[in-house]
């Protein structure tokens, strides 16, 4: 198994789509190989080619409480619909991790972490209890990657 991953999805100045990027600065911080990325689903394949595991981490936009997290390890099934189109990206996470398997270009371990969150317009403040779940996640993949 190569080198792990975390990818940290989304855009900083809106709302809660900047979960992805808090969270992989927060693993960054500890040493960790975390990058953020703020484009389409598309780049992600060449993000992680070579690297496994990889950990996705996104904010869904969902009717669930904001803050509920998914943990999902990719297996041959396609991803749950709650979290299919359930993105501000042109081509999501979803869109992106189906190509990759019909590309044959998916990594062997492959993690979506999601967060249930509706704010995403410009210049929103990340909804209180999405915010509260940035620390949470990173503590909980810090100590399963083996970070400080």
Known sequence: MSAPLVIGIGNPLRGDDAFGPRVA??????????????????????????RSPVHLVDAARSNEQPGRLWRLELGPEALPAELTGATSHLVGVAEAVELARALDRLPEQLVVHAVAARAFGFGEAMTPAVEGMVDVLVQALAAELGGR
């Open 25 to 50: 600065e927060g693993l960054a911080a500890r040493g960790l190989a975390a990058v953020s990325h703020q484009g389409d689903g598309l780049g992600l394949i060449h993000l992680w080619e070579g």
